[in-house]
Nanobody, 115 residues
Framework: QGQLVESGGGLVQPGGSLRLSCAAS????????IDWYRQPPGKQRELVAG???????NYADSVKGRFTVSRDNAKNTVYLQMNSLKPEDTAVYYC?????????WGQGTQVTVSS
């Protein structure tokens, strides 16, 4: 049984950057695609980006060119580098496997983009 823990969120001004981390425990990490989701206030959770075990990536149109997902299998960690942040990026960010598993939804990490 594995676990995913998100961290790295915070308050940042528009145009700023943050790097989120998704740390995995157990044997789940190396073989699974890991996706980043976000849930803006009052809205449904949406898929942001993902990375396969082999390193192939995909992004939502709204973050292409600004966000970069990467993984370090030695550290059992997936990262989401977020640049040129906008107020509409404000959300709680989560990571999960693909497809998402109920027991892997964690607390997420809050990202707030505001001046």
């Amino acid at each position: 049984q594995g676990q995913l823990v998100e961290s790295g969120g915070g308050l940042v001004q528009p145009g700023g950057s943050l790097r989120l981390s998704c740390a995995a425990s157990g044997s789940i990490f190396k073989i699974y695609t890991i996706d980043w989701y976000r849930q803006p206030p009052g809205k449904q959770r949406e898929l942001v980006a993902g990375i396969t075990g082999g390193g192939s990536t995909n992004y939502a149109d709204s973050v292409k060119g600004r966000f970069t997902v990467s993984r370090d299998n030695a550290k059992n960690t997936v990262y989401l580098q977020m640049n040129s942040l906008k107020p509409e990026d404000t959300a709680v960010y989560y990571c999960n496997t693909r497809p998402p598993r109920t027991n892997y939804w964690g607390q997420g990490t809050q990202v707030t983009v505001s001046s």
